[in-house]
């Protein structure tokens, strides 16, 4: 039998529900998990040749992230740590839709197309969630490899970007770390420590955060983290996953949309609180103050916070590095206005999904990027990274300079630099409040968030509503456009803009003005325009009470 009919054969125990077309989106495919089988078991494939085209090790991460429970999804990860180049996430969605009787010939396509050396040794790493499907699937995953032949290694439970990182070390051949868990803890753990020596006064009143866990892989990993942290970090966990339900009324996502505390966690006004979302990514601070008033740290006050800290850093070391922040169009115009205008720094505007931002990172000395949802990380060039180490021991520097070095090698090293992690977040955001002893509350008053919304609208296909200017302005359905242009004009300080998601079946719509009363009723009012010109299916949106 050749290769390609044991891949036939095997694929048939993994059969496609017939007529069923699915794409791969923001991060992957993601859809209710009782339809992703034979979709894992050819990402196995796709994977390997990934792998045999790339010559190095590659990921493959079973999760849903933010989804609820039910949901899960699969996506690729490239020998950097990165999200998978475009052009394959084309081939995933080709293999994925594939018929049975097609799918070899699918197959031969791409390696015809890549001129892939078949006799390369191929190598895949995979990971999963702990939603109960994930298990079963990343079986189907590990199927796909072996039936190419390829070599496999199954980290089973791990968070996604302990995967990247994995991914990273390995074809690093170590340089970046030691390619296992307790590695990445001793990684992070002995940056962490190296970076609050300098906040010797910490009380442990200061020392003290609150962690809710989605119910999910998160919470089990900082679990295992919490020995290495040596009681420098005292976390008190909620929401770990022993009763609720992975993101349910609780985690990153329902935090940040939702604007309030999960469910089930116990804080005391002024607490310093965080959630991470369901594959520990994304990261969000909040605390309530004495009022009762909740207030959200997002992803834009966590790029506010870091590149402030980094620059200043920069200067004291004497090192002129370029620091840009970049963002998407859900960041607050607060946000970007005090990063422009005040802290002076570049920034740019992408797509939403990490692989924009990232990308778009890269072209900085040193780039912070972060979702306003809390997905983020920094990149530091080579060149940003081999000035900052070599300064941190030269001897004939002055102390100063060496001094704020390496806090920024000790920063260097704690932060993910495959991508946003909400462990890795944490720990520099924490060492960033300690070092410049600052409370949580100074934080958030650096500057103020325009009151915004973010709703869902129900389509019947979400792919009429194309958009142009980093997804800031709809091309399509016609009209649809100018509505908007012409409800954002009757609030101050207003800004509106719908996209269709990719990560699940509905229509984002966003919107920010000068109260909460203009914005909900701005944010309804568009919903409704995308409901009545984009095809909108179920009730009429209502209003917001
Ligand atoms: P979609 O569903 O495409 O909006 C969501 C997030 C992205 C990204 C991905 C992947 C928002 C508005 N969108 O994408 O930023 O994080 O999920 O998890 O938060
Ligand atoms: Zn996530």
């Known amino acids: 039998m050749t290769r390609f ?26 859809t209710t998990a009782n339809i992703l089988d034979h979709v894992m078991f050819r990402m196995g494939l796709l994977a390997t040749l990934r792998s045999k085209k790339t010559k190095a090790a590659i990921g493959v991460m079973v999760t849903a992230s933010h989804n609820p429970e039910e949901d899960n999804g699969v ?6 740590g990165e999200m998978v180049t475009p052009a394959w996430e084309g081939y995933a969605t080709q293999l994925a839709n594939a018929e049975q009787d097609a799918l070899c010939t699918v197959l031969k396509e791409i390696i015809k197309k890549e001129s892939i050396d078949m006799s390369q040794a191929p190598s895949v790493l995979i990971g999963r969630d702990t939603r109960p499907s994930s298990e079963i699937l990343s079986r189907a995953v ?33 340089g970046y770390g030691t390619a296992t868990t307790q590695g990445y803890y001793e990684k992070l753990s002995k940056a962490f420590i190296e970076l609050t020596k300098n906040a010797a006064k910490r009380t442990d009143d200061q020392k003290r955060l609150l962690v809710d866990g989605a119910n999910g892989i998160g919470a089990l990993k900082m679990r295992e983290m919490d020995a290495f942290l040596k009681s420098e970090l005292q976390v008190e966990l909620f929401n770990d996953g022993s009763s ?66 980094l620059k200043e850093l920069l200067t004291r070391a004497g090192l002129n590095l370029q620091v840009a922040v970049v963002q998407t169009a859900y960041a607050n115009g607060s946000s970007t206005q005090y990063l422009e205008h005040v802290m002076k720094v570049t920034v740019c505007c992408t797509k939403t999904g990490v692989k924009h931002l990232h990308h778009a990172a890269q072209e900085f000395d040193i780039g912070v990027y972060f979702e306003a949802n809390g997905h983020g990380t920094v990149l530091f060039s080579k060149k940003a990274e081999e000035q900052i180490r070599k300064l941190a021991k030269d001897p004939d520097t002055s102390d100063e300079k060496r001094h704020a070095a390496k806090l920024l090698e000790s920063t260097v090293n704690l932060i993910n630099q495959a991508t946003g992690d909400a462990i890795s977040d944490m720990l520099l955001i924490e060492a960033v409040l300690a070092i410049r002893g600052i409370s949580v ?21 979400r792919r009429v509503i194309d958009t142009t200017d980093a997804e800031r302005r709809a091309v399509t359905p ?45 944010a309804h009012q568009v919903s409704l325009a995308v409901y009545r010109l984009a095809g909108g299916v179920g009730d009429e949106p209502k209003p917001l009470k």
């Open 478 to 522: 016609a009209g649809l456009q100018d509505s908007i242009d012409a409800l954002v004009k009757k609030y101050k300080q207003a800004r509106a803009f719908v996209r269709p998601s990719g990560t699940e079946d509905v229509v984002r719509v966003y919107a920010e003005a000068d109260t909460q009363e203009s914005v909900d009723a701005l």
């Open 5 to 30: 009919e044991e891949v036939s054969q095997k694929s048939a125990l993994h059969p496609k529900p017939k007529g069923l077309t699915l794409q791969y989106g923001t991060a992957g495919f993601r």
């Open 441 to 461: 509350q100074d934080w958030d008053v650096i500057y103020t968030d325009l009151p915004n919304r973010q709703l869902k609208v129900k389509v019947a296909d």
């Open 142 to 174: 590990l199927d796909g490899v072996s039936s190419l032949e390829g070599h496999s290694q199954d980290f089973g439970l791990v968070t996604t970007p302990q995967l990247h990182y994995m991914v990273l070390c390995r074809n690093t051949n170590g």
């Open 75 to 80: 996506k690729l990860i490239d020998p950097m």
């Open 244 to 309: 609720g339900r992975l993101n349910h009324q609780c985690g990153a996502d329902y935090v940040k949309v939702q604007q309030k505390a999960p469910q089930g966690m116990h804080m005391d006004p002024g607490q310093r609180c965080c959630s991470f979302d369901g594959d520990a990514d994304r990261i969000v601070y909040y605390y309530t103050d004495s009022a009762g008033h909740f207030h959200l740290l997002d992803g834009d006050k966590i790029a506010t916070l870091i590149s402030t800290y």
